[in-house]
């Protein structure tokens, strides 16, 4: 008895350049898992597309006239919601508009090459397919009505938590509480959420570590900026990392903590398939703090992190790992939870009041002998 043939992803294409749309085709259609089953020329043609061919995954560009992608983005996922991976470019403009798409529901996106030239899109075919094949599997859900993040405004003015991180820090050889978060597929939304929520006094430093390019991470720190209530900016080199503040590792770069406690960043290759790796960030900052440290897995594709929550947990720290229900995708705290380094698994929505009460619980007992 013959097997029937394994159906195919089915893969819409909307972009403005023909030439574009003819190179995706070629590289979608030569791979034997999808094929292309329709094209759209701006972001009008997307949204009449996306419902009438019900394709399984869309490819978006940004730049588009009529409607663009962003307008067609909103409009797909507030009416008949599809899994989009953005296509566009690294440019810091085109960094702001992907990570704008990804917060109305996007899922990924892949940047189109620097030198601008359509043909180089064959140069990240790889990346491209993976990338439409995961989507493709992606529960996607309405976004109209998501709620509005709140515009923060960070304090300025030492509070007495601060202050009492800040005498931790000397009791404790510098030390103060850190939490390390790691995040990659879906990640910016989800980050921007814990962000959102943690208050304006929190005495730790807090470690971002997500797989995006540098431009934008340049870019993401302007965003997180604009909810969060503590400081944001991007991690330099030979810093000390300070309580109240958020650092976001550069996308060219590893982050590590030095024996002495500052951050260190290293341009060299990718390591397990990533820059920056949070097991590198995680197992540094776990062996300088120790049990002040807390890490925090979030909604990704692949292993990241797992190795590092386990080196969070020997030095004597605490993980919560984002349960299956509200993650994108399931792959980063599944692999941190299965490998037995998880103390908590918790919605979204619950895990800056974690990280609340965790720090806080920190500077309670870290007086009497955190080591």
């Known amino acids: 008895m013959n097997k029937a043939p394994e159906k195919k992803i089915r893969v819409l294409v909307v972009d403005d350049s023909a030439f574009m749309c003819k190179v995706l085709q070629e590289i979608i ?21 996306a419902e009438s061919l019900r394709p399984d995954v869309i490819t978006m560009d940004i730049n588009m006239p009529h409607v663009d992608g962003l307008q067609a983005t909103e409009l797909i996922m507030s009416s008949h919601p599809r899994p989009i ?12 508009s992907t990570l704008k798409a990804l917060d109305l529901g996007a899922i990924d996106f892949v940047p189109k090459p620097s030198s601008g030239i359509d043909l180089d899109m064959k140069s990240v075919r790889e990346e491209l397919t993976r990338k439409l094949k995961l989507a493709a599997k992606v529960r996607v859900v309405r976004t109209a009505t998501r709620s509005k993040l709140p515009m923060a405004q960070a304090s300025l003015t030492p509070n007495a938590d601060l202050a009492g991180s800040a005498a931790l820090a000397a009791q404790n050889g510098g030390k103060i509480p850190m939490v390390a978060i790691a995040a990659s597929t879906g990640g910016p939304a ?14 730790a430093a807090v ?3 997500l797989h995006m390019p540098a431009t934008f991470t340049k870019q993401f720190v302007l965003q997180l900026g604009e909810v969060s209530s503590l400081r944001v900016k991007e ?8 309580p109240g503040t958020i650092y976001l590792c550069p996308g060219s770069h590893h982050l590590r903590l030095s024996m002495g406690g500052k951050i260190s960043l290293d341009p060299g290759p990718r390591i397990d398939g990533y820059r ?26 692949g292993g990241d992190a797992a190795k590092g929550a386990k080196a969070i947990k020997a030095a004597g720290g605490s993980v919560v790992a984002q349960d ?14 299965q490998a037995g380094a998880v103390d908590e698994v918790l919605p979204l929505d619950s895990i800056a009041g974690a990280i609340e009460r965790r720090v806080s619980k920190l500077l309670r007992l870290a007086p009497v002998g955190v080591r």
Do not use: W
């Open 29 to 49: 259609n030569a791979d034997p898992q999808m094929e292309v089953v329709g094209t759209g020329r701006d972001g009008r043609d997307g949204v009449a597309l």
């Open 85 to 96: 991976v953005i296509v566009s470019s690294e440019s810091r403009e085109g960094a702001a």
């Open 190 to 203: 989800a980050v921007t959420r814990v962000v959102a929520g943690l208050p304006k006094d929190l005495p």
């Open 207 to 209: 470690f971002l570590v």
């Open 235 to 242: 991690a330099e080199n030979s810093e000390t990392p300070l």
């Open 276 to 301: 920056p790796c949070a097991d590198v960030a995680f197992e540094s900052i776990a062996s300088f703090g120790r049990a002040l440290v807390m890490g925090v897995v979030l909604t990704g594709m």
């Open 324 to 337: 299956e229900a509200t993650s994108m995708i399931f792959g980063m705290p599944a692999e941190a939870i």
